[in-house]
């Protein structure tokens, strides 16, 4: 495949495809379907120390850090405040500026809270950090996003963990259209179709997490996943032929054998 | 002497720095951050600093994650 890497705030990965580290059944499937879905940037969340059971081997230990750069997350954060606390805590467990900002507005659908993302984007762009907030699909908050300094825009594709797919194509292709950082279509994805599609709107990467953790054969379909964020992405550079109401034949309509005189499709 | 570890009570001898409380945990302090009351302290200054009654700890790492768990800081 024609070298095709993804830049984001000047840090070049060959893979478009980001992933999670929760919900796996266990850190050993986590580590091979990382492995098969080919991800050089894996997003993980900042928590207390389980103090009660040490027993349990470090997320860490499972992650081929020397391949896998590591995307701390502010998942969970309600406010501005405890989301710029969590990246500062990230950027201390992690040692890289990088954080993967959410602020949660609404408990059932997970839906951010775009008020305080923009506050808690303009705190910690001051502060040097790279900043890849999680959106809603709204070319209005991305262009808003990207002024306050954010190094990539991730509009979700559909709620957090739902599976539904992209449901709104067209502001996606909008916010492609106007944004001039790397846009990932962040939550949402069920099947490999799914980022496909993302892809062939003009994503620049996909980022999932439940759709391979949670699939019956995690490893089969990050395999899957990988493939569909190729695949689309190729048919995005491909340029895509436009859509059309009628039929247009493949086939020379020049040299047909019944063609001739007093032959016609009237007729039929 | 009693401080508050992870939102929690938590017994000590006496006053201790931050590594040796890491250490006392089994901790390994280059895979987490810690916060003392409210501030984040740097790795090379965990040697140096003293906890002391009623102070607040947080001690945090990574987990496991991608959409959304819930916050417990």
């Known amino acids: 495949m024609v070298s ?3 830049t984001i705030a000047g840090k070049t990965f060959r893979s478009r495809l980001i992933v999670g580290t929760g919900k796996y059944p266990s850190h050993a499937v986590m580590a091979d379907a990382h492995r098969a879905s080919g991800t050089e940037m894996v997003t993980v969340a900042v928590r207390r120390v389980d103090l009660s059971d040490r027993s349990a081997g470090s997320l860490l230990d499972s992650i081929d850090e020397s391949r896998i750069f590591l995307l701390p997350n502010t998942a969970g954060c309600y406010t501005a405040d405890e989301a710029i606390r969590t990246a500062r805590l990230g950027r ?3 040692l890289s500026n990088w954080v993967k900002l959410e602020v949660i507005g609404d408990e059932r659908t997970l839906f951010p809270d775009n008020v305080a993302l923009l506050e808690a984007t303009r705190v910690l762009v ?3 950090f790279v900043v890849l907030p999680y959106t809603n699909d709204d070319p ?3 262009k808003k996003l990207e002024e306050a300094g954010a190094a990539a825009v991730m509009p979700l594709g559909a709620p957090i963990g739902s599976g539904l797919g992209i449901q709104n194509a067209n502001n996606l292709r909008i916010i492609r259209e106007q944004a001039r950082v790397p846009v990932i ?3 949402g994805v069920g099947t490999a179709s799914d980022a496909s599609i993302a892809m062939e709107l003009g994503a620049d990467g996909v980022l999932m997490n439940t759709a391979i953790a949670l699939a019956q054969d995690p490893v089969a379909m990050a395999t899957a996943m990988k493939l569909a964020v190729e695949a689309g992405r190729l048919a995005f550079r491909a340029g895509r032929i436009p859509k059309r109401s009628y ?3 493949s086939s020379p309509t020049e040299g047909m054998i019944a063609a001739g005189a007093g032959s016609s499709r009237t007729g039929a | 002497m009693t401080i508050r570890l992870n ?3 938590h017994e000590l001898a006496g006053p201790i720095t931050i590594s040796a409380l890491l250490a006392a945990l089994g901790i390994d302090p280059r895979r987490v951050a810690v916060e003392h009351n409210l501030r984040i302290v740097k790795r090379d200054r965990y040697d140096e600093t003293m906890l002391a009654a009623g ?3 947080e001690v945090v790492n990574f987990v496991g994650g991608g959409g959304h768990e819930w916050g417990n800081l």
Do not use: F, K
């Open chain 2, 55 to 57: 102070d607040e700890v």
């Open chain 1, 4 to 6: 095709d890497p993804l």
């Open chain 1, 140 to 142: 209005v908050i991305c």
């Open chain 1, 126 to 128: 001051r502060e040097g």
């Open chain 1, 185 to 187: 279509v962040d939550a």
């Open chain 2, 7 to 9: 939102g929690e009570p």
């Open chain 1, 247 to 249: 039929a247009s034949a």
């Open chain 1, 92 to 94: 201390e467990v992690g």
